[in-house]
C-alpha cells in the first residue's frame, strides 16, 4: 500500500511539473498575435524594395510606415511630406519633429494644388486633383533622386471610405506596403504603441480643405481661418475637434467624448469668442459631434458607392 502511495505520489509530481514547464514555455511562432505575423509580411513587403520614396504626413499611418521603411531599408528611403497652405503649421512642425527624433530622412516638398482649377472648385474630387499634384511632384523627385518605388499610407480599412485621393495613388502606381501587409487602423496603432513611437494615439487629420463645404472655392484666407479657429479650440482642451467652414458660419464639431465639456455656458462663449476671433460672424456647435467626413453627406449616392466600389476593385 505504502508503495503504491509513492508512485502515485511520484507520478502526479511529474505532472504537475509538466504542466508548469508547458505553461513556461515560450510562445510558439506558429502563435504569434496577427498583428506581429503582418508586421512580419510588412518587412518582407518593405525590404523587396531598392529605393523607396514613402508619402509622409505625419499621421500616424504614415509616419509608421516612414518608421519601419527606415528600419528595414535605412538609407535606401526617404520620407517626403508636402508643404501647402492645406497643412497645418503645426501639424508640418509635429512630422518634422518625429522624422529627426528617429533620424528619417525627410524631405519637405512644395506642391501647388492652389493653382489647379479643379481643385480650387471643391467639388467631390478635390482629393483626387490635390492627391494627383502631390504624386506627380512626387514622381519627379522619385526621378531626380534614382529612387524606385513611391509608397503611401493606405490601410485596409480605407477601402471602405469615400477617398478620391487614391484613386490619384492607384494611377500613379503608388505601392500601399501597409494595406498589402493587411494591416488595418487599429493594427498599426498597436505596432506602433509597441514601438514606443509617439504618434500611436495622435488623433486623426485630415487636410483643412476637408473643413471646407463642397462648392466653396479652396483660398488661403478660408484655409487660415479654419487653422486658426482650430489652434484656438485646441488650446481651450478640445484636442480632436473640426471647424467647418460654411462661409460666416463655422460649425464646430467636437469629439462625442468631451461634447459636454463644450456644453457649459461660460465654455461656450469662449468658443464662441475663439472661433469669431479667426474671423467667422457666426458659431454654431454640432450636436452630433465630430465624424469623419461629414462634409460627404451632401454628395450624390452614386459618387460615394463607385468611388468605394473602384477601391473594392
Request: with cysteine; proline share 4%.
Amino acid at each position: 500500500m505504502l508503495l503504491l502511495f509513492l508512485l502515485s505520489f511520484a507520478l502526479s509530481e511529474v505532472e504537475w511539473e509538466g504542466t508548469c514547464c508547458l505553461l513556461a514555455e515560450p510562445q510558439s511562432p506558429m502563435n504569434k498575435p496577427p498583428q506581429d505575423e503582418a508586421r512580419t509580411r510588412l518587412r518582407t513587403i518593405l525590404a523587396q524594395h531598392a529605393r523607396l520614396m514613402v508619402a509622409y504626413s505625419g499621421g500616424v499611418d504614415s509616419a509608421y510606415l516612414a518608421w519601419e521603411a527606415h528600419e528595414v531599408l535605412g538609407a535606401n528611403m526617404l520620407a517626403v511630406i508636402a508643404d501647402s497652405p492645406s497643412l497645418p503649421r503645426k501639424e508640418l512642425a509635429a512630422a518634422i519633429a518625429f522624422a529627426e527624433s528617429h533620424a528619417i530622412p525627410l524631405h519637405i516638398l512644395q506642391t501647388h494644388e492652389m493653382e489647379r482649377a479643379d481643385y480650387v472648385r471643391n467639388d467631390g474630387q478635390r482629393c483626387f486633383h490635390c492627391k494627383d499634384e502631390l504624386f506627380d511632384a512626387m514622381e519627379a523627385l522619385r526621378v531626380e533622386l534614382n529612387f524606385a518605388t513611391i509608397a503611401y499610407g493606405r490601410n485596409t480599412d480605407d477601402s471602405g471610405d469615400f477617398r478620391p485621393g487614391q484613386k490619384a495613388a492607384e494611377l500613379h502606381h503608388a505601392a500601399a506596403p501597409l494595406a498589402e501587409a493587411g494591416l488595418g487602423k487599429q493594427a498599426i496603432r498597436a505596432l506602433a504603441q509597441a514601438a514606443n513611437l509617439s504618434v500611436w494615439d495622435k488623433p486623426a487629420s485630415a487636410c483643412l480643405s476637408s473643413r471646407l463645404e463642397y462648392g466653396r472655392p479652396v483660398s488661403r484666407e478660408a484655409l487660415l481661418q479654419v487653422e486658426q479657429a482650430e489652434d484656438a479650440l485646441h488650446e481651450l482642451g478640445f484636442l480632436s475637434v473640426r471647424v467647418r467652414h460654411h462661409g460666416e458660419l463655422a460649425r464646430v464639431e467636437l469629439d462625442r467624448n468631451t461634447l459636454a465639456q463644450g456644453l457649459t455656458l461660460a465654455m461656450l462663449d469662449r468658443i464662441t469668442t475663439a472661433v469669431k476671433a479667426a474671423g467667422f460672424t457666426y458659431v454654431t456647435l454640432d450636436t452630433q459631434g465630430y465624424r469623419s467626413g461629414s462634409m460627404n453627406a451632401v454628395l450624390p449616392v452614386e459618387m460615394l458607392m463607385g468611388a468605394r466600389s473602384s477601391h473594392a476593385s
